[in-house]
């Protein structure tokens, strides 16, 4: 079974390549949702403008770049890939019948936390999301903005309440980050943690001081 895996239109779009890759890597399926906010976001972020009619080609090209934006940075094979346009309200991940063993928000903004926690399903991303709440199934919520305000306080208590799990894209630097990248994989790792997905994005916290393994783990 896939994981269906959505991008809102928060900055934040080298965590979802990294999440994805990572995904890919571990031999897990995905289900892309992009929502229309992202595609700005993303164009924005790496130049790439994603098209419904080349969509492979425009994943490809995105996920083989770096935080750093340099293209060919990594080489992923998408076969495993498939994605749902965000207005497609007939998809697959629509329907709490369609297997998927659950659903990552990567990154989250506060109008998709809100649309979420409300239960809006205005599109594609918002509707999987619900669906995957009402299944019991896990939904991780990568929320990236600062600084939060009551309201979407609020919305995030309501998305625990219903049994999401939060992640603040929050990097941590006890794992020895030197890169930008480092930073970001740190970030998805945890995205991945919470979801159960093995990987190697980061370097665990063993306990000892010293050696650049820092004194604060998280």
């Known amino acids: 079974m896939p994981w269906i895996v959505g991008v809102s239109g928060a900055s934040g779009t080298p965590y979802a390549a990294a999440v994805l890759r990572a995904l890919l890597e571990a031999g897990e399926s995905v289900d892309l949702v992009v929502s229309r906010a992202s595609r700005l976001t993303l164009l924005d972020e790496t130049q790439i403008a994603f098209r419904d009619a080349h969509w ?97 306080l609020r919305h995030l208590v309501t998305l625990d309440d219903l049994g999401a799990t939060v992640v603040p894209a929050s990097p941590a630097f006890y794992a020895g980050a030197t890169h930008i990248q480092d930073l970001v994989d740190f970030v998805a790792g945890r995205v991945l943690d919470a979801a159960g997905v093995e990987h190697r994005l980061y370097r665990r916290w063993k306990g000892e001081l010293g050696g650049g393994s820092g004194t604060r783990p998280t």
Request: positive net charge; contains cysteine.
């Open 56 to 152: 492979q080609e425009d994943l490809r090209e995105w996920l083989a770049r770096g935080a750093d934006g340099k293209p060919g940075s990594f080489d992923v094979d998408i076969a495993r890939v498939r994605y749902w346009n965000a207005g497609d309200l007939a998809a697959g991940p629509s329907s709490g019948s369609y297997p998927v063993k659950g659903m990552l928000i990567v990154p989250a903004s506060t109008a998709c936390v809100a649309g979420v926690a409300l239960g809006l399903s205005k599109d594609l991303l918002q509707r999987a999301a619900s669906v995957t709440l009402k299944e019991r199934r896990k939904l991780v919520v990568a929320v990236r903005e600062t600084p939060l305000n009551g309201q979407t």
